[in-house]
């Protein structure tokens, strides 16, 4: 039932109320539904016939054998079926069960037409099978024969006894009499029919009545055009609403109309006309006015065109339904694109972003997800977080995770071993999804700080380093010994995040601080002193005075005891992050309806957006501006005019390539050299590039992802520095050369693993090659006995049976289905072949000597078409490929050019190659018969060909795109019909 679930509800209301006789059938031949005329015609009930078997609701009458109506019938709808196209009938006695008397039957008379509908593969949908009861025809001919056959009869006689009529006149007036009385028994039988005729003629008329009547009072916009012209007849209300200010009834579609002549729609209406082929559209385009002169507005339909027969059969107008599905498709299309550019943002942030439901499992995860846990993030939707991050790692946060379903917001940090050999130290954050007033989820922010924390405690591993360390540390620490807190030690990050100077060693904190007095650190300082615990705080807010004036900041900060060698507490340690910008960002996007917008200007990493060749500065945060040392100004601007220090940089090049390709590009690390904020700076960087794609596929800009990592990069140095300055101590060398031979062993069991996963993946592709190469020979012998059984029955069959159409037709589809398997069988053998001679290493091959050597192979045929070709390969005149594989790709390509060349022009063929950063490029263009965009997809298929006129199996662009793609390249192609075609193989360096 789920083909004919692609009509609305009222489209099916007025089908199964039209005054014809309709049936639908699904491709294997059950009841879809019927017409209430045909239930009425053949004594059924909708619900006892509908999902049932045509022949099981409609068998044979067995007192009719001669009739052979389900014979017939099963053969049209076969021939509809096989050929796709309608099938007219000739008249067909076919009874219907008697529903009053089981076993009994009703004689009838039809004269059917099957029709296919096709989807949109061309495939047979349903079949609409519609009939015209003619029982009343064919019984009152039958009468007017033996009428005639009575009156022959009756002239034999006469006949036969003339001369007795004319030697008795009492004989002859009483023959006379009796032939008059037969005369007017049949004058009177037919002005009888004309009567039933006259009555049928007014019932078709109220049907027509009621129909029409339907018409004008159904939602749906509704006409009726008649003859070829396509006259308005019927306009229902909803119809002619559209067009207020337009008369419609009795002009022609054009005439009323004029806006749609040349559109596609006028080709349709066209086509259902000539074909008499009914026409379903969905999601249409058809710009329309209201009125004369008026604005033409772009408006979506669903509709269906209908053609209308008369008495004959033959189209004589046309019946239209449509829905204006404007709203739907413009809403859709905004959500798709929301949604398409929510993704974009999300992937493109090196954090993991994700979110779970009450049953914890995975409704979102952005691409960040695949690297981590080798999955595409689409298959983790649905899944438990404690399968996909294993019970290990999910007992470390499972305590988190019910407190977010609590409805707590939560920020923390947490060691997480997701596998034996892969362990990551994390900073998250859980957003609790409140919905009117319940937890639907939560949000979960992941921020890989593995580096951090492994880079901290080795600088925590050299006691010689810890001063260094905490007097250049980026975050603020501070020392405060005694009950009165005495400031015994204050790094340069703290003094500036309280806005003072180093004459504060020394005196009381109170003192020197005393806005914080009314918030609560005072007490949190004594309380860790008097206890011994130590006290930690998370985005606490805290006032302080800088600049002599009041502010808000944020910080995470601790404070810990510390203790003497008597284990007696003399002071308190306090360590602190100030995430003023985070908590302000993250504050601002929950305030924010707009996301994905939101999300950049308030992301903890720099990002800005870029759009069109020039790169136009569209967004961009404050992390970036800082980053940049600019403010924003810069919007608006093309980003080398705004940022004119790095057009002497490759920043441009990668850009572009990046908006050409649609592959993202990331650098880490880059020295680069700018001017912030009016002075020279110098700096390390790591940045990510990614597309940015609207709803139809088209890249329309970039958004860069960055951060600025030189603390980190000179704090790796200072400790690779220290590193080689304490070479000198042995028990330290001891460990590292300790550390460095348990790595070795590790490393070696993993190369021994992955060669034993190797030798087992070989072993596999060759069970495969022998599973295709044995299937293929086993089923030769069966196909072989198939055809000799075909060419045996073929003998059998009496001359008569082989000379019908019927039989012809059938056995020529099975001998055709036997030779596309025999084609199978060959091709699949050739794939087997071809994949073991498609390795090869990689090493450096004259591509010029190539094509040579490819030329010469294919000399006949370049005679034969009297083809042009144009090669210009200097740019890359060697390539690093398999150069049997390289051979094969130029064959290929070629070859197709010289075969699928037009018939029309003079084949020219242009071979040429172009180098990129990553890429050598080789380009193959011909003038040939091209094929539409829509098939492009399907070329690379295994066994597909577009073309029957010239040899092929329709695996040899199958195998080029599989030995580029196994060698890290690929392939493209851009095709236009008539025009020609155009490869481009990318060969990575």
């Given at each position: 039932?789920?083909?004919?679930?692609?009509?609305?509800?009222?489209?099916?209301?007025?089908?199964?109320?039209?005054?014809?006789?309709?049936?639908?059938?699904?491709?294997?031949?059950?009841?879809?539904?019927?017409?209430?005329?045909?239930?009425?015609?053949?004594?059924?009930?909708?619900?006892?016939?509908?999902?049932?078997?045509?022949?099981?609701?409609?068998?044979?009458?067995?007192?009719?054998?001669?009739?052979?109506?389900?014979?017939?019938?099963?053969?049209?709808?076969?021939?509809?079926?096989?050929?796709?196209?309608?099938?007219?009938?000739?008249?067909?006695?076919?009874?219907?069960?008697?529903?009053?008397?089981?076993?009994?039957?009703?004689?009838?008379?039809?004269?059917?037409?099957?029709?296919?509908?096709?989807?949109?593969?061309?495939?047979?949908?349903?079949?609409?099978?519609?009939?015209?009861?003619?029982?009343?025809?064919?019984?009152?001919?039958?009468?007017?024969?033996?009428?005639?056959?009575?009156?022959?009869?009756?002239?034999?006689?006469?006949?036969?006894?003339?001369?007795?009529?004319?030697?008795?006149?009492?004989?002859?007036?009483?023959?006379k009499t009796l032939l008059e009385g037969l005369n007017n028994e049949l004058e009177a039988r037919v002005e009888a029919r004309t009567r039933e005729l006259q009555l049928a003629q007014a019932e078709a008329q109220n049907q027509r009545d009621r129909l029409e009547r339907l018409f004008m009072q159904a939602p749906a916009i509704i006409c009726i055009h008649g003859g070829p012209d396509l006259i308005f007849e019927l306009v229902n209300p909803a119809y002619q609403q559209l067009f207020s200010g337009r008369e419609l009834l009795g002009k022609s579609l054009l005439e009323a109309l004029p806006e749609l002549e040349g559109q596609p729609l006028m080709e349709i209406i066209h086509q259902v006309y000539q074909t008499g082929q009914s026409y379903q559209g969905q999601e249409m385009l058809v710009p329309i006015s209201s009125y004369p002169g008026g604005p033409v507005e772009e408006r979506y339909w669903n509709f269906t065109y209908?053609?209308?027969?008369?008495?004959?059969?033959?189209?004589?107008?046309?019946?239209?339904?449509?829905?204006?599905?404007?709203?739907?498709?413009?809403?859709?299309?905004?959500?798709?694109?929301?949604?398409?550019?929510?993704?974009?943002?999300?992937?493109?942030?090196?954090v993991l972003i994700s979110y779970l439901d009450r049953e914890e499992r995975y409704q979102f995860a952005n691409r960040a997800y695949e690297s981590w846990f080798h999955i595409p993030s689409e298959s983790l939707l649905g899944k438990p977080v404690r399968e996909v991050i294993g019970e290990k790692a999910y007992q470390g946060v499972k305590e988190y995770i019910h407190r977010a379903l609590s409805g707590e917001r939560l920020d923390f940090e947490a060691k997480m071993p997701y596998r034996d050999d892969f362990t990551k130290y994390i900073y998250t954050s859980y957003v609790p999804d409140i919905q009117n007033g319940n937890v639907e989820g939560f949000y979960a922010l992941v921020t890989d700080v593995t580096d951090t924390i492994e880079a901290r405690k080795k600088i925590e591993e050299s006691a010689a380093q810890v001063r260094s360390f905490v007097e250049s540390a980026p975050f603020p620490i501070g020392v405060y010994v005694g009950r009165e807190m005495r400031i015994e030690f204050a790094n340069q990050a703290i003094l500036d995040a309280w806005g003072k100077g180093n004459d504060v060693i020394g005196k009381r904190y109170a003192d020197v601080l005393p806005e914080l007095e009314n918030q609560e650190i005072f007490n949190q300082l004594d309380g860790v002193y008097t206890s011994g615990k130590a006290f930690h705080a998370k985005n606490q807010r805290v006032d302080l005075v800088v600049d002599e004036e009041l502010q808000p900041y944020y910080f995470n900060y601790s404070f810990t005891p510390l203790y003497d060698s008597q284990g007696n507490i003399y002071g308190v340690m306090n360590t602190a992050a100030e995430v003023t910008d985070l908590v302000i960002a993250r504050n601002k996007a929950e305030e924010s309806d707009l996301f994905a917008r939101t999300l950049i200007q308030q992301s903890p990493v720099a990002q800005v957006v870029f759009q069109g060749e020039e790169m136009i500065i569209s967004t961009v945060n404050e992390k970036m501006l800082e980053l940049l040392g600019r403010d924003d100004s810069i919007i608006g601007k093309p980003f080398m005019e705004a940022v004119p220090e790095f057009r002497a940089t490759p920043l441009m090049a990668h850009l572009r390539e990046v908006l050409q390709t649609g592959q993202a590009y990331y650098q880490s690390e880059e020295r680069l050299e700018l001017i912030r904020y009016g002075q020279p700076y110098t700096g390390y960087y790591e940045y990510t590039y990614q597309a940015l794609m609207n709803t139809?596929?088209?890249?329309?800009?970039?958004?860069?992802?960055?951060?600025?990592?030189?603390?980190?990069?000179?704090?790796?140095?200072?400790?690779?520095?220290?590193?080689?300055?304490?070479?000198?101590?042995?028990?330290?060398?001891?460990?590292?050369?300790?550390?460095?031979?348990?790595?070795?062993?590790?490393?070696?069991?993993?190369?021994?693993?992955?060669?034993?996963?190797?030798?087992?993946?070989?072993?596999?592709?060759?069970?495969?090659?022998?599973?295709?190469?044995?299937?293929?020979?086993?089923?030769?012998?069966?196909?072989?006995?198939?055809?000799?059984?075909?060419?045996?029955?073929?003998?059998?069959?009496?001359?008569?049976?082989?000379s019908a159409e019927r039989t012809q037709s059938i056995t020529g589809m099975m001998q055709d289905s036997v030779e596309r398997f025999k084609k199978t069988i060959a091709n699949l053998t050739e794939v087997v072949k071809l994949q073991k001679e498609n390795s090869g290493e990689a090493v450096l091959v004259d591509l010029s000597e190539v094509i040579k050597e490819v030329c010469f192979d294919l000399d006949p045929l370049i005679k034969t078409a009297t083809a042009q070709l144009e090669i210009n390969v200097t740019d890359c005149p060697f390539i690093r490929f398999s150069a049997k594989n390289l051979r094969s790709v130029v064959y290929n390509l070629l070859s197709n050019a010289l075969k699928y060349r037009s018939p029309d022009r003079i084949a020219k063929i242009s071979i040429s190659c172009q180098s990129t950063l990553q890429f050598n490029i080789l380009t193959i263009q011909d003038n040939g018969l091209g094929m539409e965009s829509g098939r492009i997809s399907q070329l690379f298929t295994m066994f597909k060909r577009f073309h029957d006129h010239v040899e092929g199996t329709g695996i040899g662009l199958y195998m080029v795109k599989k030995m580029v793609e196994n060698a890290e390249g690929k392939i493209e192609v851009d095709s236009k019909v008539d025009v020609g075609t155009t490869f481009r193989v990318y060969f990575r360096k």
């Amino acid at each position: 039932m789920k083909l004919i679930s692609a009509l609305t509800p009222e489209m099916l209301h007025i089908f199964e109320t039209l005054p014809d006789l309709y049936l639908i059938l699904s491709p294997d031949l059950l009841i879809l539904t019927a017409s209430d005329s045909y239930l009425e015609a053949t004594f059924t009930q909708r619900n006892a016939i509908v999902g049932r078997h045509i022949f099981e609701v409609f068998p044979d009458n067995p007192q009719t054998p001669e009739a052979n109506a389900v014979l017939n019938l099963r053969a049209s709808l076969l021939e509809v079926l096989a050929t796709k196209k309608p099938h007219q009938m000739a008249i067909q006695h076919y009874d219907v069960p008697d529903p009053s008397q089981r076993e009994r039957f009703i004689e009838r008379y039809w004269a059917p037409l099957n029709t296919p509908v096709l989807d949109k593969q061309g495939e047979v949908s349903y079949i609409i099978h519609k009939v015209v009861n003619v029982t009343e025809q064919v019984l009152a001919q039958k009468q007017i024969r033996q009428g005639q056959i009575d009156v022959q009869m009756l002239n034999e006689e006469l006949e036969t006894t003339n001369e007795e009529l004319r030697a008795t006149n009492e004989e002859l007036t009483g023959a006379k009499t009796l032939l008059e009385g037969l005369n007017n028994e049949l004058e009177a039988r037919v002005e009888a029919r004309t009567r039933e005729l006259q009555l049928a003629q007014a019932e078709a008329q109220n049907q027509r009545d009621r129909l029409e009547r339907l018409f004008m009072q159904a939602p749906a916009i509704i006409c009726i055009h008649g003859g070829p012209d396509l006259i308005f007849e019927l306009v229902n209300p909803a119809y002619q609403q559209l067009f207020s200010g337009r008369e419609l009834l009795g002009k022609s579609l054009l005439e009323a109309l004029p806006e749609l002549e040349g559109q596609p729609l006028m080709e349709i209406i066209h086509q259902v006309y000539q074909t008499g082929q009914s026409y379903q559209g969905q999601e249409m385009l058809v710009p329309i006015s209201s009125y004369p002169g008026g604005p033409v507005e772009e408006r979506y339909w669903n509709f269906t065109y209908q053609a209308r027969r008369d008495a004959y059969g033959q189209v004589d107008g046309m019946l239209v339904f449509s829905y204006d599905v404007t709203d739907q498709v413009v809403a859709r299309r905004k959500v798709e694109a929301s949604e398409k550019q929510l993704r974009l943002l999300t992937d493109a942030l090196p954090v993991l972003i994700s979110y779970l439901d009450r049953e914890e499992r995975y409704q979102f995860a952005n691409r960040a997800y695949e690297s981590w846990f080798h999955i595409p993030s689409e298959s983790l939707l649905g899944k438990p977080v404690r399968e996909v991050i294993g019970e290990k790692a999910y007992q470390g946060v499972k305590e988190y995770i019910h407190r977010a379903l609590s409805g707590e917001r939560l920020d923390f940090e947490a060691k997480m071993p997701y596998r034996d050999d892969f362990t990551k130290y994390i900073y998250t954050s859980y957003v609790p999804d409140i919905q009117n007033g319940n937890v639907e989820g939560f949000y979960a922010l992941v921020t890989d700080v593995t580096d951090t924390i492994e880079a901290r405690k080795k600088i925590e591993e050299s006691a010689a380093q810890v001063r260094s360390f905490v007097e250049s540390a980026p975050f603020p620490i501070g020392v405060y010994v005694g009950r009165e807190m005495r400031i015994e030690f204050a790094n340069q990050a703290i003094l500036d995040a309280w806005g003072k100077g180093n004459d504060v060693i020394g005196k009381r904190y109170a003192d020197v601080l005393p806005e914080l007095e009314n918030q609560e650190i005072f007490n949190q300082l004594d309380g860790v002193y008097t206890s011994g615990k130590a006290f930690h705080a998370k985005n606490q807010r805290v006032d302080l005075v800088v600049d002599e004036e009041l502010q808000p900041y944020y910080f995470n900060y601790s404070f810990t005891p510390l203790y003497d060698s008597q284990g007696n507490i003399y002071g308190v340690m306090n360590t602190a992050a100030e995430v003023t910008d985070l908590v302000i960002a993250r504050n601002k996007a929950e305030e924010s309806d707009l996301f994905a917008r939101t999300l950049i200007q308030q992301s903890p990493v720099a990002q800005v957006v870029f759009q069109g060749e020039e790169m136009i500065i569209s967004t961009v945060n404050e992390k970036m501006l800082e980053l940049l040392g600019r403010d924003d100004s810069i919007i608006g601007k093309p980003f080398m005019e705004a940022v004119p220090e790095f057009r002497a940089t490759p920043l441009m090049a990668h850009l572009r390539e990046v908006l050409q390709t649609g592959q993202a590009y990331y650098q880490s690390e880059e020295r680069l050299e700018l001017i912030r904020y009016g002075q020279p700076y110098t700096g390390y960087y790591e940045y990510t590039y990614q597309a940015l794609m609207n709803t139809r596929g088209e890249k329309y800009g970039i958004i860069v992802t960055g951060a600025e990592v030189t603390s980190q990069v000179e704090a790796r140095k200072k400790i690779e520095k220290s590193e080689q300055a304490a070479q000198e101590l042995a028990k330290e060398l001891a460990a590292s050369n300790e550390e460095l031979v348990s790595a070795n062993e590790e490393i070696t069991s993993i190369v021994e693993e992955l060669s034993m996963a190797n030798t087992s993946l070989k072993r596999t592709n060759v069970d495969l090659d022998n599973f295709i190469y044995t299937a293929s020979h086993d089923l030769k012998a069966p196909i072989s006995n198939i055809e000799a059984l075909l060419a045996a029955l073929l003998r059998t069959l009496p001359a008569d049976s082989l000379s019908a159409e019927r039989t012809q037709s059938i056995t020529g589809m099975m001998q055709d289905s036997v030779e596309r398997f025999k084609k199978t069988i060959a091709n699949l053998t050739e794939v087997v072949k071809l994949q073991k001679e498609n390795s090869g290493e990689a090493v450096l091959v004259d591509l010029s000597e190539v094509i040579k050597e490819v030329c010469f192979d294919l000399d006949p045929l370049i005679k034969t078409a009297t083809a042009q070709l144009e090669i210009n390969v200097t740019d890359c005149p060697f390539i690093r490929f398999s150069a049997k594989n390289l051979r094969s790709v130029v064959y290929n390509l070629l070859s197709n050019a010289l075969k699928y060349r037009s018939p029309d022009r003079i084949a020219k063929i242009s071979i040429s190659c172009q180098s990129t950063l990553q890429f050598n490029i080789l380009t193959i263009q011909d003038n040939g018969l091209g094929m539409e965009s829509g098939r492009i997809s399907q070329l690379f298929t295994m066994f597909k060909r577009f073309h029957d006129h010239v040899e092929g199996t329709g695996i040899g662009l199958y195998m080029v795109k599989k030995m580029v793609e196994n060698a890290e390249g690929k392939i493209e192609v851009d095709s236009k019909v008539d025009v020609g075609t155009t490869f481009r193989v990318y060969f990575r360096k």
